[in-house]
């Protein structure tokens, strides 16, 4: 990390990554390119899961090279102070991505995704759980690796800056 003075501990990405609303998941594709895609996300320990279909492009990437790197957004303040600035949350995770093909544990992981990104609607969840389980894809990433950063002002505009415990 370029900016090691907005480095912040494995705990504020693993928060960063609990409380965004949607990541963009790194992939590589056939031709060896790289292949950004947004996806809601929901995690348990180290492991960070994923919805998807069961075919299409997103599959093909994970399939042919299941490692991955996973950007989560925290909170943001574009214009922070009237400056050309923004204040901002990271985190990236890179890790390994494996399908997860055991149904009660595919629904177990929609369940928790519903939980977390539409929870006013878990009362439809057994009946749409039942009627798309079996096109629904879910993914883990096994998280190897998490840094992240913040850059953040105080009530003055002075940016602050995340003291470590040495």
């Not at 991505?97 to 369940?111: H, Y």
Request: aromatic share 8%; glycine share 8%.
């Amino acid at each position: 990390m370029r900016r090691k003075d907005r480095e912040m501990p494995e705990a504020f990405g693993w928060a960063v990554a609990d409380k965004c609303e949607w990541a963009v998941l790194g992939l590589i594709d056939a031709d060896g390119e790289v292949y950004p895609v947004p996806v809601t996300i929901v995690r348990e320990g180290s492991r960070v899961y994923f919805h998807s279909a069961q075919s299409g492009e997103k599959v093909e990437c994970l399939r042919r090279h299941p490692r991955v790197s996973l950007c989560c957004i925290g909170d943001t303040n574009r214009g922070a102070f009237g400056n050309f600035t923004t204040e901002y949350e990271s985190a990236i995770l890179r890790g390994q991505a494996a399908e997860v093909t055991d149904p009660e544990e595919k629904q177990r992981i929609l369940r928790l995704l519903c939980e977390r990104h539409t929870p006013e609607l878990m009362e439809k969840f057994p009946s749409e759980a039942a009627r798309s389980l079996g096109r629904t894809g879910v993914w883990c990433i096994e998280t190897e690796t998490i840094t992240a950063k913040r850059k953040r002002y105080d009530s003055a505009g002075v940016e602050l800056k995340y003291q470590r415990e040495e």
